[in-house]
């Protein structure tokens, strides 16, 4: 089990971007795959970007270009960085962790540990 501390997130308007952190403890934190989740408003929790162990990335469609996630494997941190934020970004942002042997997916299960979640809101 994994133990993430989140930090960033707040209120801005469209186009605007914003930063999320996230911090990792853990015996084994490092070798984790990492993970951001959103929940909008009345809709499911899904995931949005995932990242291996080697740092390689993936995207849901909804955030792709505009959103980029990052790992420090040596400070056990993760990052989102959001730019050209839109009204349908407005969600609360989690990072997650999975101890599976293969990263990259973008299914809930994979991910049982999240942090505590952050509101990030974009106004028209």
């Known amino acids: 089990q994994v133990q993430l501390v989140q930090s960033g997130g707040g209120s801005v308007q469209a186009g605007g971007s914003l930063k999320l952190s996230c911090a990792a403890s853990g015996a084994t934190a490092s070798s984790f795959c990492m993970a951001w989740l959103r929940q909008s408003p009345g809709k499911e929790r899904e995931v949005i970007a995932t990242v291996n162990r080697a740092g390689g990335t993936g995207y849901a469609d909804s955030v792709k270009g505009r959103f980029t996630i990052s790992r420090d494997k040596a400070a056990n941190t993760l990052a989102l960085q959001m730019n050209s934020l839109q009204p349908e970004d407005t969600a609360i942002y989690y990072c997650?962790?999975?101890?599976?042997?293969?990263?990259?997916?973008?299914?809930?299960?994979?991910?049982?540990?999240w942090g505590q979640g952050t509101q990030v809101t974009v106004s028209s």
């Open positions: 997650a962790a999975s101890p599976r042997f293969k990263c990259g997916g973008f299914s809930l299960s994979d991910y049982p540990d």
